[in-house]
């Protein structure tokens, strides 16, 4: 007789829309709730959601990654906004600012992806970096943009796999919670070796 499979890893996941408009109420986010849409459609297990809202500031986004990580003990932090050329877009630099390793394929599969898409992607400089346990990641402005670069083109000859299906084994080699996605949404790839099976007796 099998045994109910134990209950899934509960995660903390930082959100930071970085906007000078957004954050004076200009205009409404729509960084955030497209983020939040997308992650509880992709993910099965339990989220504990830190949110953030703030302007384009260099020293204001580090300190924002660094509370959420160090204090908050996110366990992924996804950033949207503040990545073009544009004189105030520094969210790259805050990010590399608080980096203990750079993950450089992340911006990589990103430009990759939004490229069949518009040319204007080359001017994207979206990073990505560990510090300690979390995993921090920026992403695009646009929610169309959010969720293309973090689900990819499953409709694509050959499909081209977002940037999501990496993030649930990165979080496992750095310690964090063991990440379970709805594979409708997001099929995230492991080694067989790094796969948790279920108990059975």
């Known amino acids: 007789m099998s045994e109910s499979a134990p209950p899934r ?4 996941i930082g959100l930071v829309s970085v906007s000078d408009r957004a954050s004076t109420g200009v205009y409404e986010d729509k960084g955030i709730p497209a983020l939040r849409d ?17 302007p384009d500031d260099e020293a204001t986004i580090s300190a924002t990654l660094c509370e959420l990580v160090d204090v908050a003990r ?14 105030r877009d520094v969210t790259p630099e805050a990010t590399l600012a ?4 750079v993950m450089p394929g992340f911006g990589e599969q990103m430009r990759r992806i939004s490229l069949s898409f518009v040319p204007t992607a080359i001017l994207s400089r979206q990073v990505a970096v560990i510090r300690d346990q979390a995993l921090v990641i920026n992403l695009p402005g646009q929610p169309k943009a959010i969720a293309e670069t973090l689900e990819g083109m499953r409709d694509a000859t050959p499909p081209v796999p977002g940037i999501f299906a990496a993030v649930p084994y990165c979080i496992d080699l750095i310690g964090g919670p063991y990440l379970e996605t709805d594979d409708a949404v997001c099929k995230v790839f492991r080694p067989k070796s790094a796969i948790r099976t279920p108990l059975s007796s």
Do not use: H
């Open 98 to 101: 608080i980096a203990t390793k």
């Open 74 to 87: 996110c366990d992924l932090v996804l950033t949207t906004g503040g990545t073009g050329p544009a004189p």
């Open 38 to 54: 997308w992650l509880g459609r992709a993910l099965l297990n339990p989220i504990d959601w830190q949110t953030r809202l703030i």
């Open 9 to 12: 890893d509960a995660v903390r």
